[in-house]
Every structure is written in C-alpha cells, then in structure tokens.
C-alpha cells in the first residue's frame, strides 16, 4: 500500500532562512507526487507536482523540490523563507486515478 | 478562474442528526473528492468519485455516504451524525484520469458535532 511520511510535525525557521521540508514515500512503482500548502483556515493549494522527468520540479512562491528515487525522497526547499510562508505543508503520492495518499503534514512556524 | 465551493464554513449539529454537505467545482472535472482533515492524521479519504452517479470508498468510509447527480456537484451525507465526526471536511476536484493533473481544493467545512 502506498503511504507518505513527513517526519517534522512542526519547523521553526527565522524569515531569510532556508527551508527544507522532508518528505518521505512508499509506492510499487514510480509515483506521482505532490506538494500543497494549507494558509490557515483554508483549503489546500497546489506547490508544485512530479510525475516523470527532471528530478528537480519548480513550484509557485519560489519552491522547489527534489525526487530522490534511490532515498525515497521528495524534500521541498525554498532557499529565503517569507513570513507569508507560514503554513502547513502536505507532501502527497499516487498515480492514476487511483486515490493520492497525503502526509500527515508539517506546520511552518516563521519568526523575524 | 477555478472554484470549488463548500456549503458551509463552519456547522453545529446533533447527534444522531442527517447531516449534507455540499460540494460544487465550476471547471467540469469528471473526479471528485470528500475528505476529513484532523490534527496529527493530515487528510484521509472518505469517498470519491469519478463520473456522474459513480462512487468509491475511500479509507474511511464508515458512518458516510455520498450522492453525485450532476457532474458539478458531490455530497456528503453523514447518516447519524457522531461526535467522533467533528472534524474538518474538505472536498476536491480533479480532471481527467491520469492522475497527474492537479487537486483543486474548497476552503472546508468545519464540523462540529454534539
């Protein structure tokens, strides 16, 4: 069974700072995989997305994430972080039109 | 520019009541989704669907059940509604059957139950 996990539940980071935001799957074959942002009280947007191809995938406000086959790995980056940015992020997998399994998320915490 | 809309943002009900939510995307996406989101658990799926009148269960389909009678629109009916069923509901859409197109989001439905 395809499952997603994101081992930080919450990250602190100063604004300027770089981020890294890890992602980690399991899936029977090369999947699809998803990164959405949560604003709070709002439903989820779409990052960024990887389904086949270069392995480095830019996304919307400057993020970026990485496909690591080989670590299982799906890590999304920003190198500065903006207050706006303080959120909860979702790492999701699947393929098809199969459901997509979301992580359990990660709250995004910026402080000046 | 793409919508999905909630009926509601924020709902108060009592146990045992038959409790609809409502979901309707404007882009005429063949799929749609019903999810609930709790702390420390992200999102699971309860149901979805992936043409008119058609459905699938989800994870968690338990003490739910669903209607899609027009391609635009995609409830969620909870039967009996139990105060384990407090929670977020989020409902989505998506085009096509490759699965690489892109989950469009309502804002949710914050469920509170009594």
């Known amino acids: 069974a395809q499952s997603v996990t994101q081992p930080d539940i919450h990250i602190t980071v100063s604004e300027g700072a770089s981020l890294e935001l890890r992602c980690n799957y399991s899936?029977?074959?090369?999947?699809?995989l998803f990164w959405y942002v949560q604003s709070p009280g709002q439903g989820l947007q779409l990052l960024l997305k990887y389904f086949s191809g270069d392995t480095l995938v830019q996304g919307i406000k400057g993020f970026e994430a990485e496909f690591k086959r080989s670590q299982s790995s799906f890590n999304l980056r920003k190198p500065s972080v903006h207050w706006s940015d303080a959120a909860e992020y979702f790492c999701a997998v699947g393929r098809g039109y199969q459901k997509v399994t979301f992580g359990t998320g990660t709250k995004l915490q910026v402080i000046p | 520019d793409v919508k999905v809309t909630q009926s509601s943002r924020y709902l108060v009900k009592r146990t045992g009541e038959k409790v609809f939510l409502e979901c309707v995307q404007d882009m005429d996406h063949e799929n749609m989704f019903w999810y609930r989101q709790d702390p420390g658990l992200g999102l699971r799926l309860i149901y979805f669907s992936y043409d008119v009148k058609m459905k699938e269960k989800g994870d968690i389909p338990e003490g739910y059940s669903v209607s899609r009678e027009k391609k635009e629109r995609f409830s969620l009916i909870l039967e009996s509604a139990s105060t384990n069923q407090t929670s977020m509901y989020l409902c989505a859409s998506r085009s096509g059957t490759g699965g690489v197109e892109t989950q469009y989001f309502g804002p949710g439905t914050r469920l509170l139950v009594l």
């Open positions: 899936y029977g074959a090369t999947p699809y």
